[in-house]
Every structure is written in C-alpha cells, then in structure tokens.
C-alpha cells in the first residue's frame, strides 16, 4: 500500500518495494494503446505466458516482424554512405580527333586517312589487335582504352567488359581490311563522319546533350540532398517509432488472447504504489481506444518470489550497482546499499588517507558533476564512461580522503600544524639530540589527528604500524558486527526464530568473544597507556587460559572474564551446528502430521492440490542435505571469522604503502631537484613528481583501493547476512530504447 497516503513514497533503500503481481483482460482493440501507455508509465513487469510457444506461432508475430524488419532497413539506411561515381575524359569534346595543323600541311604531302571506330570484347583485344597489325602489315594506328563499367551488348544483350577503338588506315584497300575483321570479332561499330564541319557538328550535339543530361543529374542531386537533410531532422524520430511500435507488439506478444471473450490476458509484477497509475493509464488507453468495456485489474495472490526494485536516484545508482554486481537482493532482504555508501568509501580513504591527494579527486569529481548534463548526452569512451557513472562514488571517496588525510596530517605526505602546535618539543634549543634520545611532552594532546612532530621522527614508522594496525581491527571487528546485526533484522522480518537463536546469537557470541574482546583491549591500552603485549593476550588465551597475566593484566578479574569468553566461543560453535536442522526436521514433521489432520478440502480439485502439496514438500525437505548445509556454513563462519579480521588489516597495509610512496615522490623527486637550485632541473623535478603523483598515486593507487574496498564489501561485510539470490525488477518502458543499441 502507498505509504504517507501518496501515490509516489519516498525512497526507501533498506528495503525493496512492495510488489504485487497483478492480471489484466484487456480487450483487443484496446490492447495496443493499453501497452503503449503502459510503457510510457514504466511501472510493470510483464510475465511471457506464451513461453511454449515459438515466436511464429504468437498472435502479432507478423507485425513484430514487419516492424524488425523497418528498424533493420532504417539503421542500415542511416550507416549507409551514398557513392558516387563520374567519370572524366582525358581529353576535351571540343577537341577534334586530328589536329588541324596536321591536316592543313602541303598538298604534296597530304595523305587521305580513315577512321573506324566502335567497341571491342576486352577478352578479345589482344587478338584483335594481333590480326589487324598482320592483315595491314603495320599500316594502320591502332588507339584503344577500357570502358569502366561493363557495357550491355546489343547482340546478346548481356552486359560485357568492352574496350573502345579508333583505327586509322590509308586507303580503300586498307579500309576493306579492317571493315571484315571488325566483323569477324565482333566489334559494335559507330559511325563518325570524315568531315570536320560534320564533326564540330555532332560533337557540338553530343556536348548539347550531355551538358542537359549534367544539368538534370545536378538537380537530381539537389533534390535528393534536400529530400535526406529533410529526413535527417526526423529519423531519430522515425526510428524511436519503430522501435517503439516493435517493442509494443513483443509485449503483446507474451500476452494470452481468448478468442471468444475477444479479449488479451496478461500477468505482471507491479509495485504496491503504483497500482493507481497502472489503473489511470488503462483507464485513459479505454477512452482513447473507443472501447465499450473496460481493462479488468485485478491483484493475483501467489508463492513466487516477486522481483526486487529499488527507487534509486542518481547519487545512490552508483552504489546500488556496486552491490547489484555481487547479487540482487532478495525481495525485502535488507540491501547493503544503505551503508555501502558510508562504509565503502570511509575504508577507501582509509587506505588513500592523504587530503591533497582527496582534494585532486575532489576536483575531479566536481567537474564531472556540474558538466553531467552535457557529458550524459555524449558518447564517451569505456574508461570515461565509468568514471562518469561512478562520479558521485569518486565524490564521496575524495570527501572522506580529505577527513582521513586530516586526521593522518599528510598533505602529499607532508605534516601541518592546521589545528594548532604540536604537543611535544626538543630537550634543548640545538634540538641534536631530538632524532636519537627523543622529545618531551610541553602541552595538551594535539587536538585532531596525528601529530605533526611524528613525521620524520625515528618513531615515525613503529608509531603509525601499530595506530593504523589497531584502527583497521577496530573497524573491521565493527563492520563484521554490523553484518551480523543485519542477519538479526532479516531473520526478524521474515519471522524466522531458528536464524535469530541459533545464527545470530551463536554467531555474534564467538565474534565478540574473540576478536571483540580483542577489540576492547585496543581500547583500553590506548585510555591507560599500558605497556601491555597484547600479542601474548591473545596466543596464551588458548594456550594456556588459567595462567596469571603478570604485566599484560590490563584489568581486574581479567583472567577470569577471558576463561568465560573462551567457553561461550567454545559452547557457540556446536550451538550454530546442531540445534537449526534437528528443529528443522521438528517442524517438517509437525507439518506433515497436522496436515494429514487438516481440514476437509472444499472440493476434489483443492483436495488433489493439497496432496500434491504435501508430497512436493515431503520429497524436498532432505534432512541429511540440511544438516550437511549447516555444518558448511558454521565452518565457513569459525573459520571466516579469523581470516575475515585477518583480511582487515590491507586497510592498514595499503595505507602505509600509500603514505610511503607519497614520501618517495615528494623527498627523493621533489627535495631532491629542488636541492640543486637549478630552474631547469627544478622544472623537470616537479612536471616528474606531478606524473608520478598522478600516474601512481593518483590513479594506480585509487584503483587498488577501491578494489580493495569492493573485496572487503562483498565478503568480509555481506556475506554475513547477504544472499543475494534475487532478480531484478525490469518493467516494460520506453524509457529503456533510448540507449538500447539493436
């Protein structure tokens, strides 16, 4: 039901929406607008009820096909590039064939020459030019070149690859000659006449008409240039029509048709909130469609496990999908989600501590941010196209880079006094020995983070060790109890007492006994400044529990309380074992015993339903199988629990790999050049440290962080409450064609 008494609740990522699933007898000649409406609302999941059927035997799989079809042909008539192709003579029309000046020489030196000319077979040009060099004994000029493009010959009107000739011969004898092997070779002979007014006469003809033919082809050409740019401004428009209507009638596709009530039957997952809209937009595809009857909505009551849907925007998308890439919740499992987006990037800046470095992503997010709209509408390459939708992830991971580097005091790994002086100073003015006997203590704690005097010093790394090494036990002993309270939340919402008492209680008894009880004396050694090796706590605690403490005691009677934990550890593994399948078993038998006791079904069809029930759960409970089940899992939780907390500890690995590596970049790059007081090798100094920062730190290092934080996510943090074995919601909407690529 709508929560708040609204049609749209609020967004809710704790749990998934509520869904019903819903059946819908929509008449035929409403049933195209009712599915179009449906697809502008977005808000229903349609269910194929024609799966057993191929997709030639469905109802509309004519019109599904005619309209793939025009997709198809449309894509390819968008891609296609339009060639084309002119050819251009070697010489000009205007030009006679014979000079002029050649003809007009001295009368006693003119000889009367012939012409024929005509088309040859390019297979037969050899030959053909072979013969005629014979039969004239050399007294001819043979001219030839190839036609570009096949030519349809008159005889067989075949088109043939053709070659076009001009001989020119002296005299009658020579004439006949050639005439005869023309025709043997079947050569297609054109006129031309001898007579050059008779020439600049058809050669003016003949350019009068190409020149007409030219100017028609460029007004084609014109026309159909304005005709494409017309139809350019309105493909997309076309094409998401297309799409639109052919996504439409594969909808109506997977709908049922009762041909004697002429009417469409559909079933579909629907969220609870949305029931009105769904009903709104029937009822306007109804008044829209001149329908006498109107779309039956009806809520359908069934075991099936409703898909899962969670109202996103556009901050929390990105860590919905970080946890949707390990598995869709169930429905109305608690979603990792809610706390992804603190946790995942508090412990990325927990390995990346360094607010310069956070500031530079910080920047970097923020320009994709406010650019967003013009770069969402652009095509952007893979690794642009990712960063693009992690922009928000990158936001929050420099945000608490920046909080993290502060209370690391590193600034590209250099120490400030932001928040006030240090707390310690050297034993004497001369500070000599302040790197070898050491500092004294002057005033209060330095009041946030570490600080600053520690950087340099020759504590530095045995100080930062152990604080980084204890925090990333700290936090992760505390996410791992975060997961274990979630399974205490699931089991409640699904009223199943058998997780809380014998999961969650065992579960977060042995955690806290061990690595919880550790966590405490992290706690209490940094209150006291104790002295304590908490190492050989921890190793003696199995080893030897009755044994005195000596100077590791950290607190009265703690012999005693450490006996106590190590039995409620050692009582809480047998506990998660054996107590769930024996009442497992408990209940099935309860089950089948009450039901065979039941009530008198009220006709044959429920009675035979009812059995068949019985059976169905009698062959599928196997007691051995859960038992088996069960023991997996428990040793999968002792064991995990030991290399889950172990697995912690790359928050403080990576973070010193990350502190030490900035200090490299910035002593032996940076100093280093700055040191020789040379502009030039100064410059090249620091273009090398801003690469290396960029390259390594910058972009290296926050890949590995992030992955390193994905890891800790998906098995340290959910897999204690976890299953992700659901799937997704996916209504029918049109929204989705926009990036659909076909």
């Keep these: 039901m709508a929560r708040n008494g609204s049609c749209c609740p609020p967004m809710d990522l704790l749990r998934s929406e509520e869904m019903n699933l819903v059946q819908l007898i929509v008449p035929v000649e409403s049933a195209h607008d009712s599915i179009s409406y449906l697809g502008q609302l977005g808000l229903l999941q349609f269910k194929d009820l024609n799966a057993d059927k191929s997709p030639f035997q469905r109802t509309y799989a004519n019109q599904a096909g005619s309209f793939f079809s025009l997709a198809r042909s449309d894509a390819a008539a968008h891609q296609r590039e339009i060639e084309e192709t002119s050819y251009v003579g070697e010489g000009s029309m205007d030009s006679p064939l014979l000079l002029e000046q050649e003809m007009l020489t001295e009368p006693s030196k003119q000889a009367r020459l012939g012409f024929i000319s005509g088309l040859v077979p390019k297979a037969k040009a050899i030959q053909f030019e072979r013969i005629l060099f014979r039969a004239t004994r050399g007294n001819m000029f043979l001219k030839q070149s190839a036609v570009e493009q096949p030519v349809t010959d008159p005889v067989s009107g075949e088109k043939v690859e053709k070659i076009v000739f001009v001989i020119f011969y002296s005299g009658e004898r020579a004439r006949t000659k050639v005439m005869k092997i023309c025709e043997v070779f079947g050569a297609n ?150 706390f992804t987006i603190v946790t995942f990037p508090f412990l990325f800046a927990v390995m990346f501590g360094d607010w310069g470095h956070g500031i530079c992503l910080l920047l970097a997010s923020l320009w994709l941010i406010f650019r967003e709209r013009k770069l969402g509408s652009q095509k952007l390459g893979d690794i642009m196209e990712m960063a ?182 050692l009582v809480a593994v047998p506990w998660m074992l054996l107590p769930r399948p024996l009442l497992l078993k408990r209940q099935h038998d309860q089950r089948l015993q009450g039901r065979a006791y039941g009530i008198l079904a009220s006709s044959d069809a429920d009675s035979f339903d009812m059995d068949h029930d019985l059976d169905s759960e009698h062959e599928e409970f196997d007691f051995s199988e859960i038992f088996v089940h069960q023991m997996i899992h428990t040793i999968e939780f002792v064991l995990g629990a030991v290399s889950n907390t172990a697995s912690y500890l790359r928050l403080w690995a990576l973070s010193l790999a990350h502190a030490e590596l900035s200090t490299v970049f910035y002593e032996k790059v940076l100093l280093l050049a700055w040191g020789y007081n040379n502009i030039f090798i100064l410059i090249i100094g620091f273009i090398v440290f801003a690469f290396a920062t960029i390259g390594v730190l910058l972009v290296m290092e926050t890949l590995s962080a992030f992955l390193h934080a994905l890891r800790l996510h998906w098995v340290e943090f959910q897999n204690k409450f976890y299953e992700g074995d659901g799937y997704k919601f996916q209504p029918f909407s049109f929204a989705f064609l926009v990036d659909e690529d076909d």
């Design 388 to 569: 693009f939708g992690g922009r928000y992830v990158i936001f929050m991971m420099a945000i608490f880079s920046i909080y993290c580097g502060l209370i690391y005091n590193e600034f590209f790994s250099v120490p400030f006094n932001i928040f006030g002086p240090s707390a310690y100073a050297c034993r004497d003015s001369s500070c000599r020995d302040a790197y070898s006997t050491g500092l004294i203590k002057v005033r209060e704690a330095y009041p946030f983070g570490v600080d600053p005097v520690w950087h340099g010093s020759r504590t530095e790394l045995p100080f930062l060790n152990s604080l980084k090494m204890k925090l990333s036990i700290l936090l992760g002993v505390t996410q791992m109890n975060l997961g274990i309270i979630m399974s205490y939340f699931n089991a409640n919402f699904f009223h199943n007492p058998l997780n809380i008492w014998y999961q969650f209680v065992p579960q977060i008894i042995f955690l806290n006994s061990l690595f919880g009880y550790l966590s405490l004396l992290i706690i209490i050694k940094w209150c006291t400044g104790s002295q304590a090796d908490l190492y050989h706590v921890m190793i003696y605690m199995f080893l030897s529990p009755t044994d005195e403490l000596g100077e590791n005691k950290l607190f009265w009677g703690q012999r005693n309380v450490q006996m106590m934990l190590l039995l409620l550890a």
């Design 189 to 338: 002979r054109y006129p031309f006449p001898e007579e050059f007014s008779k020439q600049r006469k058809m050669i003016g003809e003949v350019s009068g008409r190409l020149a007409e033919l030219q100017s028609t082809v460029d007004a084609g050409i014109r026309h159909r240039d304005n005709v494409l740019t017309t139809i350019g401004y309105q493909f997309e428009q076309w094409n998401l029509l297309v799409r639109t209507e052919k996504a439409v009638y594969n909808t109506l596709n997977m709908l049922s048709i009762d041909v004697t009530r002429k009417c469409l039957v559909a079933e579909g997952w629907c969220p609870v909130f949305a029931k009105n809209q769904v009903q709104d937009a029937l009822h306007r595809a109804t008044v829209d469609s001149n329908s006498q009857v109107g779309t039956i909505f009806q809520v359908l009551y069934t075991k099936e496990a409703p898909p899962t849907y969670f109202r996103t925007n556009k901050f929390t998308t990105a860590f919905q999908e970080i946890v949707d890439a390990y598995g869709v919740a169930k429905y109305q499992e608690a979603n990792p989600g809610v």
